[in-house]
């Protein structure tokens, strides 16, 4: 078993982890802060990244942080992870 964390990337459900989260797993699940647990789907994951796609289905509507632009940052600049409002668990 593995444990890990997250963020909603779309409202559709599509969720970003780390790869070695989900490397060798039978069986991914979601847990969101309010405790519900989604059946996720690995999408697709790239090792030398440590990057991981997931899908979840939800009958409600999912909050998601967006991407934010590279060219827009400055040195200095600082996004805290606070700011994340989904945490998840994969396992």
């Known amino acids: 078993m ?3 964390s997250g963020f909603i990337i779309d409202p559709a459900g599509y969720i970003a982890t780390n790869n070695h989260v989900v490397t060798n797993a039978d069986k991914v699940t979601v847990i969101f802060q309010e405790n519900s647990r989604h059946t996720a789907k690995v999408i697709g994951r790239d090792e030398k990244t440590d990057i991981a796609l997931l899908k979840i289905d939800s009958s409600q509507t999912l ?3 967006t ?3 590279s060219d827009d940052a400055k040195v200095g600049d600082w996004e805290s992870p606070s700011a994340i409002r989904s945490d998840l668990a994969a396992r």
Do not use: K, Q, R
């Open 2 to 4: 593995a444990l890990g």
């Open 63 to 65: 909050p998601y942080v």
């Open 67 to 69: 991407w934010g632009n």
